[in-house]
């Protein structure tokens, strides 16, 4: 069971984050928005898969963080672009 939780993390990985970057890197500010929250969104769920493949508790506070500090700091990009967005 645990090694198919890491294989889950790992076409995560693999297949989605190139993606998300492919948005944060090219097109307009509200599409690099979009792009960051959804690799923070990936990032969060491959912490929390290792985290239960690890069966490490303590783990998944990293995702918690993680997930609430891209919350802040999407609203700080979009503070930033202001009336672009």
């Known amino acids: 069971m645990n090694e198919v939780v ?3 993390a790992l076409v995560l990985v693999g297949v989605v984050v ?3 970057l492919a948005g944060v890197l090219r ?5 690099r928005l979009v792009g960051l929250e959804a690799l923070a969104v990936v990032a969060t769920v491959v912490l ?4 239960r493949s690890a069966h490490r508790g303590p783990y998944v506070d ?6 609430v500090l891209s919350f802040a700091g999407s609203l ?4 930033f672009w202001g009336r672009e967005l």
């Open 27 to 31: 097109g307009d500010p509200l599409s």
């Open 48 to 51: 929390l898969l290792l985290a």
């Open 6 to 8: 890491a294989l889950v």
């Open 18 to 20: 190139p993606l998300c």
């Open 76 to 79: 700080v990009f979009a503070r």
């Open 62 to 67: 990293v995702a918690l963080v993680l997930s």
